[in-house]
């Protein structure tokens, strides 16, 4: 099956910056979309930063400007680079996947809706 790791937070001043990475793994083929999404108590986790395999990528208006989003198709692996950081931006932080395409035995099979368990992320002084 597939899997999908976070790590890179912790706690940071405003202003300052924080680098999260998330790695998929699994008999993974390919992965069309991936993304990071933030969710803080009380809410509904909502979208940071989407790309595609492409490279084509998607902001929250929030965050554009300040965050960077990447990823390494060789590795099955996405970054967020978060600059500026503001206590708004203090959520838990969630890896996502989709058109996740894997080896189940010899089938190749296609998934969405694949995350991570999360990284707390804390701006603060």
């Known amino acids: 099956q597939v899997q999908l790791v976070e790590s890179g937070g912790g706690l940071v001043q405003p202003g300052g910056s924080l680098r999260l990475s998330c790695a998929a793994s699994g008999s993974i083929s390919s992965i069309n979309a991936m993304g990071w999404y933030r969710q803080t108590p009380g809410k509904q986790r909502a979208l940071v930063a989407t790309?595609?395999?492409?490279?084509?990528?998607n902001y929250a208006d929030s965050v554009k400007g300040r965050f960077t989003i990447s990823r390494d198709n060789a590795k099955n692996s996405v970054y967020l680079q978060m600059n500026s950081l503001k206590p708004e931006d203090t959520a838990t932080y969630y890896c996502?996947?989709?058109?996740?395409?894997?080896?189940?035995?010899?089938?190749?099979?296609?998934?969405?809706?694949?995350w991570g368990q999360g990284t707390q992320v804390t701006v603060s002084s």
């Open positions: 996502n996947a989709d058109g996740v395409l894997y080896y189940s035995g010899t089938y190749l099979r296609r998934g969405n809706g694949y």
């Open positions: 790309i595609s395999s492409g490279g084509s990528t």
